[in-house]
Nanobody, 124 residues
């Protein structure tokens, strides 16, 4: 069983930055694939960024490429999402997700473990 807890959300003006953190329990964190997803009101949850365990390959949604960076610190059991050049359309609840066996890193159904989410609001 893995527990995930996000932090770092808040209110920021367009063009600003935020860094989200996701702290994980468990001793096998380093081999988990981790992902960040977001869900805006009235919309489906969507993939934002993902990072593989061990090798650490990263993946991004086209809408955030060049602005967001996902990283992990396995010594701290934490995954991060650095968000720069934020836009009002980035406003959503951001969720951290993780699992051991993830084929398609962009799909919600691949992940068994989810955090409670953290609100990010970008004002224009």
């Amino acid at each position: 069983q893995v527990q995930l807890e996000e932090s770092g959300g808040g209110l920021v003006q367009a063009g600003g930055s935020l860094r989200l953190s996701c702290a994980a329990s468990g001793r096998t964190f380093s081999i988990y694939t981790m992902g960040w997803f977001r869900q805006a009101p009235g919309k489906e949850r969507e993939f934002v960024a993902g990072i593989r365990g061990l090798g650490g390959s990263t993946y991004y949604a086209d809408s955030v490429k060049g602005r967001f960076t996902i990283s992990r610190d396995n010594t701290k059991n934490t995954v991060y999402l650095q968000m720069n050049s934020l836009k009002p359309e980035d406003t959503a609840v951001y969720y951290c997700a993780g699992d051991l066996r993830v084929k398609d890193i962009t799909q919600v159904y691949e992940y068994d473990y989810w955090g409670q989410g953290t609100q990010v609001t970008v004002s224009s």
